[in-house]
């Protein structure tokens, strides 16, 4: 089955700077890219994600860049806010009829 | 539109006893799955519902257990409980169908303590 693995697992940046966290996936009919974000108590919640035929989404402060040949995705945050300090979740599924296989997360912090 | 409930919140079992958590997706989804969530391991996925029937398992032992009623509300039950159950378990919800971008909304999780 898939597997996901994200690095780094902490991540800590000074406020402005970028972030940029990794995720690799191992099953190459995987087709759709999600990224989470859950806050320190709260539920994960939908930043941004990806299908597998473009390469590139933005949103605002944060962006997602997808490698189909490497099997690799990854998210950026610029200009990075104390309110970005979170954990982040990557995943990959290959259908809505698969289950969304996650990472194991990074604890993002962002120092003031 | 009401997002996903989850209940109870909090609960603390003892070592060898079952649990029964619930979870009430969004009105007019169909898909219920649930996470365990532990520090380090991330969210790993439990079992998926869809039309009162289990689509899709993950590799946990048969301790765990669930089932969708017809409204689509979906419980999940641990037996025997052991201290390495202690986690957060999030269920989340989404519309029915083949696209793989069916957004999965979570609910606020249950955290189970076993003592």
């Known amino acids: 089955g898939e597997n996901v693995e994200q690095h780094p697992s902490t991540l800590s940046v000074q406020e402005g700077d970028s972030a940029v966290i990794k995720c690799t996936y191992s099953?190459?009919?995987?087709?759709?890219f999600p990224w989470y974000k859950q806050e320190l108590g709260k539920r994960p919640q939908l930043i941004i994600d990806?299908?597998?035929?473009?390469g590139e989404k933005k949103d605002q402060r944060i962006a997602v860049t997808l490698n189909k040949t490497a099997k690799h995705f990854s998210l950026h945050i610029t200009e990075t806010q104390p309110e970005d300090s979170a954990v982040y979740f990557c995943?990959?599924?290959?259908?809505?009829?698969?289950?969304?296989?996650f990472g194991k997360g990074t604890r993002l912090s962002v120092i003031a | 539109k009401a997002g996903v409930t989850q209940t109870p919140r909090y609960l603390i079992k003892t070592r060898g006893q079952q649990v029964t958590l619930s979870c009430s997706p969004i009105s007019g989804h169909r898909s219920v799955s649930w996470y365990q969530q532990t520090p380090g391991q991330g969210l790993q996925f439990l079992f998926e519902?869809?039309?009162?029937?289990?689509?899709n398992k993950g590799n946990f032992p048969g301790r765990f257990s669930g089932r969708q009623f017809s409204n689509s509300r979906s419980e999940m039950n641990v037996s025997t409980l052991e201290l390495g159950d202690s986690a957060l378990y999030l269920c989340a919800s989404s519309l029915a169908g083949t696209s793989p971008s069916n957004e999965q909304f979570f609910g606020p999780g249950t955290r189970l303590t076993v003592l």
């Open positions: 099953d190459s009919a995987s087709n759709y």
């Open positions: 519902y869809f039309s009162e029937t289990q689509r």
């Open positions: 990806i299908r597998s035929n473009v």
């Open positions: 995943a990959a599924r290959t259908s809505g009829n698969t289950p969304l296989v």
